[in-house]
């Protein structure tokens, strides 16, 4: 038998070239494969890169959009202040003189006349008909002052009577005339229904009443001997409070009306207060001295407890700490008045 030979066939080397074939057939495959996915890596930079873009375009669209719709929103506002009713457009000018800026926008979404500004018209209208009782009680020849019948009240504060504690209270009803109850009617008018609209009756009260109480217990300190009437120590509680406001809140308040605001506050005190001071030092001797402590003293408690109280227009008040501190502050001096009034007092 012969040997069978190795790689010298017909056979065999048709074998190697079918393996041959075969082997760069895989070559071709791995080598379009590599490259497909070279390429597909290569193209998902540039996709990525677009998509980045894409996304910074979308937001610019949308601070674009977002700044249109808060100018259509002003200039509807605008349009809507003048299509307002009457009353939508009083609460704006008592927005825009009562409150800073940033809680203007929640007054007016829920500004309502209800309750009414009851206080203070309350209040006004009970010394109007106070003056007048006694006005017409006690004929007097002229209006200008009413000290005959006035000094026998029993709403008065006397020193000789500090004992009736409703006295350092009742005096605000009280007035010596006709220029003192139409200065003190007009200021807590203007200034007390705004107000009262704002931050509602229950603080305005709070705020009105201390000053009352602080004028009559510094008026018995600084002024012992003399008796008290008027209301100034509210008033200037009222006026106190809000000018304090005014002066922490003046980059928040449109600065126009800011400034007029400080002149109107400063001309009232001034005119005031000179008038006050006239009659407490250039009085003729069978005239009445006005005490000008008590309207310090109400400007004070204003400037304390009116300011925590008008300026938590959206917060609640009991749980703001300067109110706290304002109030045990006013406690310290009330209890040092009472001190003062028991054992010290040269109206013992």
Same mark, same amino acid.
């Given at each position: 038998m012969g040997k069978i030979g190795r790689g010298n066939g017909p056979a065999c080397k #048709?074998?190697?070239?079918?393996?041959?074939? !075969?082997?760069? $057939?895989e070559e071709r495959k791995s080598t379009e494969l590599c490259a497909s996915q070279c390429g597909g890596g290569g193209r998902t930079r540039p996709m990525a890169a677009a998509h980045d873009v894409e996304m910074e375009s979308v937001n610019l669209n949308m601070e674009r959009e977002g700044k249109e719709e808060l100018e259509e929103e002003k200039v509807r506002e605008d349009r809507e202040g003048k299509d307002l009713p009457r009353s939508r457009k009083v609460h704006r000018i008592v927005s825009k003189w009562m409150l800073p800026e940033p809680v203007r926008r929640t007054y007016l979404e829920r500004a309502n006349c209800l309750p009414p500004p009851l206080f203070i018209i309350s209040v006004s209208l009970a010394e109007l008909a106070v003056f007048i009782y006694y006005a017409v009680w006690k004929p007097q020849k002229q209006w200008i002052t009413l000290d005959t019948g006035i000094l026998e009240s029993p709403f008065t504060y006397r020193p000789d009577k500090r004992e009736e504690a409703w006295r350092f209270i009742s005096y605000m009803l009280v007035h010596a005339g006709v220029q003192h109850i139409v200065g003190n009617l007009s200021m807590q008018l203007v200034l007390g229904i705004p107000l009262e609209m704002v931050h509602k009756g229950l603080r305005v009260g709070l705020v009105y009443l201390a000053g009352v109480l602080a004028g009559s217990l510094a *008026? *018995? +300190?600084f002024d012992p #001997? !003399? *008796?008290l009437v008027g209301a100034s120590g509210g008033v200037y509680a009222l006026m106190g409070g809000y000018f304090m406001n005014v002066i922490v !809140?003046? $980059?928040e308040m449109i600065p126009a009306f800011g400034i007029v605001r400080l002149l109107i506050i400063i001309l009232i005190v001034a005119s005031d207060m000179g008038f006050a001071l006239y009659r407490r030092f250039f009085v003729p001797a069978n005239g009445s001295p006005?005490?000008?402590? =008590?309207? +310090?003293?109400?400007?004070f408690a204003g400037m304390s407890i009116g300011y925590t109280v008008f300026s938590c227009f959206d917060k609640t008040l009991l749980k703001d700490p300067r109110f706290w501190i304002? +109030?045990? =502050?006013?406690?310290?001096? #009330?209890l040092?008045?009472?001190?003062f009034n028991v054992f010290l007092s040269p109206a013992n």
């Open positions: #048709l074998w190697k070239k079918a393996a041959g074939d !075969n082997e760069g $057939r *008026s *018995s +300190i #001997l !003399n *008796s !809140n003046f $980059r006005v005490s000008f402590a =008590a309207h +310090i003293a109400g400007g304002a +109030i045990a =502050a006013y406690v310290v001096c #009330l040092f008045a009472v001190f």
